[in-house]
């Protein structure tokens, strides 16, 4: 992949099917002495800007990673000189780049390049019982098997029975789709020390068969899955980068340019130094910013207090390196990090039903988010369902009430189907939803509880009460990471089976657009720098095989990138 961008010759641009570089001032007066001249421009296209006014231009041109100009021919020509690289579009569409406001790309690369055994499109236990023992014919005993994406939502789905089937000689976890629970199988389990007296840390539950009074494999929510984590191989450093990179290059490849990235914990592996080294050394084809997760109060004011207030350096601490990161790189640490990532639920947790348990005590949920609240940060907090997304209402005005904050953008992540009384609610206090159209095509059939209802995913009313939207594809906890299929969906709204999910909610194509540019830039505090393509703003845009505007609209889901622009540089190219 080319990252060079002005230093790209002529026929690696000749190699994008449909687009001609003409090279130097063909056809354009040569640049004026006062004028800056660009470093690249892009002429004769569809562009579509997502300003104010949706406008749709011809032309753009690019200087030090910026936008110069926008318009027609004539308005770029004045800046197009010996040295531009100027890139016919032929007619072709170019947006601002797509920004996915949730993301988790350490494991989403983990997913990919084969360090989980991949269970995500696994239709039936069988075929995930036989991915497994193929995985373990290959592995040397007493090494462990780490899979993801079971996708079946029982939470009896496997036991440690089942996968003591596949392998008694190397330890095992399988980790559900949506990384809220697991199996494990009896080795794992012994060598985490996990037996009929284990206390499941608070906020989470290992299961136990009432009648063995043993383990049944089933671990409930992250602080029970870290209890045999942490006793799991980790990526090394360079393991590390190259999951983050393997994921950030399959995203540039589809027109994405910026990533939310909101859950991963702050220490070992190292996934915070990858992403710094990653940026710091030009490898880092797309931009990021990071919202690490928080699993209880206590290591968040620990955190907190060393990284914002003292910044003591605990020796040993797993939170030296970012600390660390943060005195020798400020610049760079405040262009990545987003804020505080916390969660209210993770088996989901809805009004009148059993299932799921919040992962704090409410004193303890408040108490987060007054602490990252009163300080000014951003916090993105994880709730799915409606009881969750309620408390953490109650949460987010209750800290308002004792320090009033305007635009703090605290989002709500998820928020699968709120109740539409809690929708006014979210308006009032400025709460922004990150939100995913694209989970009810793969997972609307699974969902069985939620058809008939009213609410699911319920963009037209979001955008009627103006409540803020962005939209994320949450890889690997989501199969699919195109943003193509989101854009579809959020107007689609249908099932792999056919099923419609509420038609009243479906969003036109342009306001689809809009929230997965400029929508996902606000919710990251980015809309004055990227989301559309206006004069100033940095130069991120993505150039498409087909206009997402006048295709048929089930043929959105299929539009391919051929040229991927971050900050004026080709990240991609499609050969
Ligand atoms: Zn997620």
Do not use: C
């Not at 991949?118 to 239709?123: E, F, H, P, T």
């Not at 036989?130 to 996708?151: F, H, N, Y």
């Not at 990471?481 to 038609?503: M, N, S």
Request: charged share 25%.
């Amino acid at each position: 992949m080319k990252t060079t961008g002005r230093k790209m010759n002529r026929r690696d641009f000749l190699k994008v099917s449909g687009l001609v570089t003409v090279g130097a001032i063909t056809g354009f007066r040569r640049v004026e002495a006062s004028i800056p001249t660009a470093e690249l421009a892009l002429t004769n296209g569809k562009i579509i800007t997502v300003d104010s006014r949706d406008s749709i231009v011809e032309a753009a041109a690019i200087r030090s990673g910026k936008i110069i100009v926008v318009g027609n021919r004539e308005a770029i020509s004045k800046y197009i000189g010996n040295e531009t690289k100027v890139i016919d579009l032929r007619g072709k569409t170019v947006t601002p780049g797509l920004i996915d406001s949730h993301a988790h790309l350490p494991p989403f690369g983990q997913r990919e390049n084969g360090w989980f055994v991949k269970l995500q499109g696994l239709n039936s236990k069988e075929e995930i019982m036989e991915a497994l023992a193929q995985k373990a014919r290959k592995t040397p005993k007493g090494d462990w098997i780490s899979a993801w994406g079971v996708e079946d939502l029982s939470l009896s789905y496997l036991d440690k029975d089942d996968l003591d089937r596949v392998t008694k000689e190397h330890p095992m976890l399988a980790v559900h789709t949506t990384g809220q629970w697991g199996f494990a199988n009896s080795l794992a389990l012994r060598r985490a020390g996990i037996g009929r007296d284990t206390m499941a840390p608070p906020g989470s539950k290992v299961e136990m068969n009432p009648f063995k009074k043993e383990p049944t494999g089933l671990l409930l929510h992250y602080p029970a899955l870290d209890l045999i984590r942490k006793h799991m191989p980790v990526p090394d450093d360079e393991q590390a980068k190259d999951a983050i990179l393997f994921a950030a290059n399959l995203y540039a490849a589809e027109g994405v340019t910026a990533v939310h990235d909101n859950f991963f914990m702050l220490g070992t592996p190292y996934f915070h130094r990858g992403y710094f080294e990653l940026i710091q050394s030009g490898k880092m084809p797309i931009r990021i910013k990071i919202w690490p997760y928080f699993p209880n109060f206590e290591i968040a004011s620990k955190v907190f207090k060393a990284l914002f207030e003292s910044g003591e350096l605990p020796p040993a601490s797993r939170i030296k390196e970012i600390i660390l990161l943060r005195k020798e790189s400020p610049g760079l640490f405040a262009s990545i990090w987003g804020g505080f990532k916390i969660a209210v639920d993770g088996v989901p947790l809805w009004h009148g039903r059993q299932q799921g348990f919040p992962m704090h005590k409410t004193e303890e949920l408040l108490a987060m988010m007054k602490l990252f609240h009163r300080a000014d940060h951003q916090v993105s907090i994880h709730a799915s369902g409606d009881q969750a997304v309620d408390l953490i209402l109650d949460a987010i005005e209750a800290a308002l009430r004792e320090y009033p904050r305007k635009d703090h953008r605290h989002r709500i992540e998820h928020a699968i189907s709120p109740r539409l009384s809690s929708l006014e609610r979210i308006r009032k206090l400025g709460v922004v939803v990150s939100t995913h159209p694209q989970f009810l095509f793969a997972w609307g059939d699974k969902w069985g509880g939620l058809k008939n209802r009213t609410g699911v995913i319920p963009l037209k009313s979001y955008i009627k009460r103006g409540i803020p939207l962005a939209i994320g594809a949450d890889p690997p906890a989501f199969p699919i990471y195109q943003p193509q299929v989101a854009l579809w969906e959020a107007g689609a709204r249908i099932t792999q089976k056919g099923y419609h999910f509420e038609p009243a909610e479906s969003i036109s194509i342009h306001e689809a657009l809009r929230i997965q540019t400029m929508g996902s830039a606000y919710s990251g505090f980015q809309e004055k720098e990227i989301g559309s393509i206006e004069k100033e703003k940095l130069a991120d845009m993505v150039v498409w095989n087909q206009d997402f505007y006048t295709i048929p609209k089930d043929q959105i889901k299929d539009v391919k990138a051929l040229l991927t622009i971050v900050g004026g540089k080709i990240v991609y190219e499609k050969q």
